[in-house]
Each structure stands twice: as structure tokens, then as C-alpha cells.
């Protein structure tokens, strides 16, 4: 495995893995790799010779007072990690290599990014864009790697893309889950055991949506006032938000038909946590 950490030595790698008749693969990720991302690297591994894991805590994605400073930067374990899952290549640069002068420009995808986690954190869909974009540039991929836990992002990644007929294809991977249906993600650090235990609910109250699907009701206020209780029967947890959306424009919706995500943000202790499932109520 090779390990890069400028834009220029990330280049070389990839042109001569292209010149040799390659398809390049990448993962972008802000490092702390957990079983998640290896599930991303192994659907990389699946369709791309050559796959590239990104790792980068990427500074304009996070708002002010959140918790860029104490994100987990664990990078000899994310080597180890990426070497054990056989990537071929870690593009892993330094903030002024991605961001050498002031930013000023963006890459802003509209309304998508307004509603669900857009309201709670001002920026951050802009900060995502504008860095998969600068990675999509660089490493100029074939195929990208996304995980369904982060679904808004998914949603949001792919649009561009497509809007701006960047040329590679997005591909969104299932949300890997804890044995109690915890979906997994960096910030699960952050939880005490009692927390971990608690933030399965989230998981439950998504699981009486599915259910609710099941037996046939529709209405989707009826939905969540359901996961809302599931969700308050644990004191620790804050609810940020409970929305059930159409998956393509994330307007909420009132009857549930069609694509559909449900998607639930909380704080538990120090961390925020998203998770989501897609429906698909179409014949
Ligand atoms: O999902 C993440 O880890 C980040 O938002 C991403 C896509 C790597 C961009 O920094």
C-alpha cells in the first residue's frame, strides 16, 4: 500500500494506475475507520482495481462549535486499517495541501441541503460538497463510495454529481450496524457504554417505523409520534429531529408512498447521531 500526502504524489499513483488500465475507486473518509468504512473499502474492492481511501478531516464541514478539534485522529491505526483491507493507496494530506489560501469558492447544491441536518448545521452541506469535489478532482475516480448511515449526504453527493455531470459514478453502501442496532460511526467514540445502550432506541424507533409501513398506516404524523415516544423513553437522549421525507427532494410528506426516508437525528452526552431507512412503497 502506498501512502500519499500530496495532491502532486496521489496524482502520479493514480495516472500510473490508470495508464495501466485500472479502474480507480475511492473512498473518501475523515478517518477513525470502523468496520463502516471497510465495508466501503471491500464494495470498492469489489468493482475498482485500484482503490484509494481519502483520509482527511475536512475543517469547512464543521460549524462553529462543533467538534473539529476533538474528532479521533487515530491515523496509524486508519494505515493499519487500510493496509489489512487491501487498498492500494492512502491520500491523506495536511489542511494548507487542501486549502492553501482562503477558499472562496464553493460548490452549492440548493434544497436538498436546506432541510433535516441543513437546518441544525448552517455550512456543512457546502463544506462537503466543495471537498468531494476537490477529491473528485484529484483522484478523479471512476466509482465513489458513500454510506447510506449519513443518507442526506448520500442523497445530496449524488445530485451533484449528476448536475454537474462530474464523471464517475456514486455509489451509496447499507449502514452497518452494532449488534443492539446502533448504526456505527466515528462519533460512537464519544458514548459511554450506558450511552451506547441507549442510542440503540434510535434504531428501535426506526425499526416501529418499518413496522407501522408494514401493517399498513400511512399517516406519517401517526409515525412519528410512535418513534417520538420510543425515542423519549430514554432520558439521556435529545431529539433534534424526526422526519419522514420523500428521498428524492427530502420535503416532508404527509402520507407515506412512494420513496421514502426516515430519518432521525439526537444528541446522546457529547455526540450527535443520525440514522435513517429507506422505503420503497412503490409496486
Ligand atoms: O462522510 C464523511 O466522512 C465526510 O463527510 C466526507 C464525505 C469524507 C467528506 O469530508
Excluded at 482495481?49 to 481519502?54: A, G, L, Q, T
Excluded at 409515525?223 to 420535503?251: C, F, G, H, N, W
Aim: glycine letters at 4%.
Amino acid at each position: 500500500m502506498e501512502a500519499a500526502e500530496t495532491i502532486q504524489s496521489i496524482r502520479s499513483l493514480i495516472k500510473a494506475a490508470r495508464d495501466s488500465g485500472k479502474i480507480i475507486g475511492l473512498v473518501p473518509t475523515m478517518g477513525a475507520l470502523h468496520v463502516g468504512h471497510i465495508s466501503l473499502i471491500e464494495a470498492a474492492r469489489k468493482k475498482c482495481d485500484y482503490v484509494v481511501v481519502s483520509i482527511f478531516v475536512n475543517p469547512t464541514q464543521f460549524v462553529p462549535g462543533e467538534d473539529f478539534e476533538k474528532y479521533p485522529r487515530p491515523f496509524e491505526n486508519d494505515l493499519d486499517i487500510c493496509q489489512k483491507a487491501g487498498v492500494d493507496a492512502v491520500f491523506a494530506p495536511s489542511p494548507e495541501q487542501m486549502y492553501p489560501v482562503e477558499n472562496i469558492t464553493w460548490v452549492n447544491v440548493k434544497k436538498i441541503t436546506e432541510p433535516l441536518c441543513g437546518q441544525f448545521r448552517p455550512g456543512h452541506f457546502q463544506g462537503v460538497t466543495t471537498i468531494c469535489t476537490k477529491l473528485f478532482n484529484i483522484v478523479a475516480p471512476d466509482f465513489a463510495f458513500f454510506g447510506q448511515k449519513d443518507a442526506q449526504q448520500a442523497i445530496v453527493i449524488r445530485r451533484m454529481s449528476a448536475d454537474l455531470n462530474m464523471p464517475l459514478e456514486v455509489v451509496i453502501c447499507p449502514t452497518v450496524r452494532e449488534s443492539n442496532g446502533l448504526a456505527v460511526s466515528s462519533r460512537n467514540k464519544y458514548l459511554s457504554e450506558q450511552q451506547k445502550k441507549d442510542a440503540a432506541n434510535i434504531y428501535k424507533s426506526l425499526q416501529k417505523c418499518q413496522q407501522m409501513i408494514d401493517s399498513g398506516v400511512k399517516n406519517t404524523s401517526e409515525i412519528i409520534d410512535e418513534m417520538r415516544k420510543i425515542l423519549q423513553q430514554v432520558p439521556s437522549i435529545e431529539i433534534e429531529y424526526i422526519s419522514i421525507v420523500d428521498a428524492d427532494t427530502l420535503q416532508n410528506i404527509e402520507h407515506f408512498t412512494g420513496k421514502v426516508l426516515t430519518a432521525v437525528a439526537v444528541r446522546i452526552g457529547p455526540a450527535r447521531l443520525i440514522d435513517n431507512i429507506l422505503l420503497d412503497t412503490r409496486e
